[in-house]
């Protein structure tokens, strides 16, 4: 069973730091791109970045660039995404998401396959 777990939300204050990990089940992430995704309460979903794991080039929105950085441990079939400086308009539930083709894209309905998604609160 192909399956996505997103673990590692939870409550921060401005300016603290959170990883959140996507770990994959059934199937391996190695030929995979893997995005990141969030949405805000009323909003739509928002790519955040994306990582090719055949070579691990990463990708990432303007308005997370220098702040978040996706990385990824094949050994653990698992994905990352570290996240610093956390300001309160970052409040989500973050997704991550797998696309096949080899190519990242910030359109989510080109990824097959989600997680259930974490919560991210940043609030003091």
């Known amino acids: 069973q192909v399956q996505l777990v997103e673990s590692g939300g939870g409550l921060v204050q401005p300016g603290g730091s959170l990883r959140l990990s996507c770990a994959a089940s059934?199937?391996?992430?190695?030929?995979?791109?893997i995005g990141w995704f969030r949405q805000a309460p009323g909003k739509g979903r928002e790519g955040l970045g994306c990582i090719i794991n055949t070579h691990g080039s990463t990708y990432y929105d303007d308005s997370v660039q220098g702040r978040f950085t996706i990385s990824r441990d094949n050994a653990k079939n698992t994905v990352y995404l570290q996240m610093n400086s956390l300001k309160p308009e970052d409040t989500a539930v973050y997704y991550c998401?797998?696309?096949?083709?080899?190519?990242?894209?910030?359109?989510?309905?080109?990824?097959?396959?989600w997680g259930q998604g974490t919560q991210v609160t940043v609030s003091s």
């Open positions: 998401a797998v696309k096949g083709g080899g190519r990242c894209a910030s359109y989510p309905g080109y990824y097959a396959y």
């Open positions: 059934g199937f391996s992430l190695d030929d995979f791109a």
